[in-house]
């Protein structure tokens, strides 16, 4: 159980982000405004007592907060202070994370990560954070793999993990995993379609979601692209670009054909009595546009 105090004025330079994450920076930006505009409605939630050295709180929750804070100039924020373990100040911000509406995946699998390093097993994780112990143990997998791709797939609904588990068992014979998933109804239709497109993906640009982190880069500069990195990328961008043309063409002959036709039957009374008959006086102004265009 934790000691929560009354709310009390932080010094902003005495907190430690404990858990740090990235954020959109419209949605920053947006919350920013907000608190020059009407000011703070909600308090950040820190801990008491810290490890790092210089600082006399560890950041819960509000990490978006107090950045939007420093940048209005402040130097103090309203907090609330809890004394809890370090341990559970990182599942008090998992679980934090997980009951906001649009959190982001990559911070859900961070935490998880924090929490093993933290000597919390599978089974402890689940049960603080309710999920269940079979996604966890399957996250905690695919992290140590560094399988990123595989673990967006699985929070955007994409993928079910007993085929991202399969695929991340099966080095150099994803496909067959994929394969296996179809047959056996865990994969169908649009969702077929989209992990082959993300098997793609996970073999030009490797496993995880951050670009320093490909693959097929060196081990001394991960960051480093290959020129067969830049071949491959480019004979897309033809085909791509082939196939537009090629759409284009089929409609611009479509398109012919529709005019060509259209002036020919202008040209019937015939055709004029039946529109007439129908109550079809005028043709839409872009066929009629072009129609006219000789």
Request: net charge positive.
């Given at each position: ?42 308090p950040i939630t820190v801990k008491k007592g810290s490890k790092t050295e210089g600082k006399d709180y560890d950041l819960i929750c509000g990490q ?231």
């Amino acid at each position: 159980m934790s000691k929560v105090k009354n709310i009390e004025m932080i010094q902003i330079d005495q907190i430690n982000i404990l858990n740090p994450r990235h954020r959109s920076k419209k949605i920053f930006n947006d919350m920013t405004d907000n608190i020059m505009k009407v000011g703070l409605k909600r308090p950040i939630t820190v801990k008491k007592g810290s490890k790092t050295e210089g600082k006399d709180y560890d950041l819960i929750c509000g990490q978006g907060r107090l950045e939007s804070f420093v940048l209005c100039g402040q130097t103090h924020i309203p907090a609330i202070v809890v004394i809890v373990s370090e341990a559970d100040a990182f599942v008090m911000s998992l679980v934090e994370n997980l009951a906001r509406r649009n959190y982001r995946s990559p911070d859900i699998m961070h935490g998880i990560k924090l929490l093993q390093q933290k000597g919390y097993d599978a089974k402890t994780i689940a049960d603080k954070t309710g999920l269940t112990i079979d996604y966890t143990n399957a996250v905690i997998f695919l992290l140590d793999k560094g399988e990123g791709r595989l673990l967006s797939a699985i929070e955007a609904g994409n993928l079910p993990v007993t085929v991202a588990l399969s695929i991340a068992e099966s080095p150099n014979n994803e496909q067959k995993a994929l394969q296996e998933a179809y047959e056996s109804g865990e994969l169908r239709g649009s969702r077929f379609v989209a992990a082959r497109k993300l098997l793609d993906r996970r073999k030009q640009f490797g496993r995880a979601l951050q670009n320093n982190h490909h693959s097929g880069s060196s081990s001394k500069n991960p960051g480093a692209i290959s020129a067969q990195d830049i071949m491959r990328a480019y004979r897309k961008e033809v085909e791509r670009k082939v196939i537009l043309i090629r759409n284009a063409d089929k409609a611009s002959r479509e398109m012919l054909f529709v005019v060509t036709a259209m002036r020919q039957l202008l040209n019937e009374e015939l055709f004029h009595a039946i529109l007439k008959s129908e109550g079809l006086m005028s043709l839409p102004k872009p066929l009629a546009l072009l129609v006219e265009n000789k």
